[in-house]
């Protein structure tokens, strides 16, 4: 059974930087074909697509965020890192992180989110 | 980019069939598989269709996935509605390059 769940902090101020994590098991990331997705939701709007890594370590970020976005994996931990700078009131959202097979285009399943507030 | 437009809201009774577009406004809507995810209130959400028209394990079959290239548009079917669900539904497709784009999402009433 595949399962993730998010971590961080729920309360970040403007222009600081954002680290989750996305601790995982029932997969390895270093099995060929496998990745992980991070994708946010603001509250009460239709969920955006943030970022994905590869087994192979192939990153591939959404182009409006790319700047400000780093995805890295720990194969060792099972674990996945999502970074995001200089953090504004509009990034305020719940963010997931999910499961997804390189030769797919859906993600599933999605862990249960964390919810963080950005405000000073 | 492209952009995926899903009404605001539909309503249903209980057993009755219910349909849910998403229209691509650029670029063909078969060029790129769609997906539909259910978001129950309070809840991630979870993929009931993918590829256009495949269920995963545990989805019931009252919920199925089409596309029409006439209308660049996919659609979500659920039959023998229940009270269950009432949801938020999303669409989501990708670019073929690097954007995986959702669809705006759809309230479900089950009256």
């Known amino acids: 059974q595949i399962t993730l769940k998010e971590s961080g902090p729920t309360l970040v101020k403007p222009t600081q930087t954002l680290t989750l994590t996305c601790s995982f098991s029932?997969?390895?990331?270093?099995?060929?074909?496998?990745?992980v997705g991070w994708i946010r939701q603001p509250p009460g709007k239709a969920p955006e697509w943030l970022a994905v890594?590869?087994?192979?370590?192939?990153?591939r970020y959404s182009p409006s965020l790319e700047s400000r976005l780093t995805i890295a994996r720990d194969t060792s931990k099972n674990q996945v890192v999502l970074t995001m700078t200089n953090m504004d009131p509009v990034d305020t959202a719940t963010y997931y992180c999910?499961?997804?097979?390189?030769?797919?285009?859906?993600?599933?399943?999605w862990g249960q989110g964390t919810l963080v507030t950005v405000s000073s | 980019n492209f952009m995926l437009t899903q009404p605001h809201s539909v309503s249903e009774s209980p057993g009755k069939t219910v349909t849910i577009s998403c229209t691509r406004n650029?670029?063909?809507?078969?060029?790129?598989?769609v997906q539909w995810y259910q978001q129950r209130p309070g809840s991630s959400p979870k993929n009931v269709i993918y590829?256009?028209?495949?269920?995963p394990s545990g989805v019931p079959d009252r919920f199925s996935g089409s596309i029409d290239s006439s209308s660049n548009s996919a659609s979500l079917t659920i039959s023998g509605l229940k009270s269950e669900d009432e949801a938020d539904y999303y669409c989501?497709?990708?670019?073929?390059?690097?954007?995986?784009?959702f669809g705006g999402g759809t309230r479900l009433t089950v009256l």
């Open positions: 890594i590869y087994w192979d370590d192939d990153q």
């Open positions: 590829e256009d028209n495949q269920r």
């Open positions: 650029t670029g063909d809507i078969d060029s790129n598989y």
């Open positions: 989501q497709s990708y670019d073929g390059i690097n954007l995986w784009v």
């Open positions: 999910a499961h997804k097979e390189a030769l797919r285009s859906h993600f599933d399943p």
């Open positions: 029932g997969f390895s990331l270093s099995t060929s074909g496998v990745g």
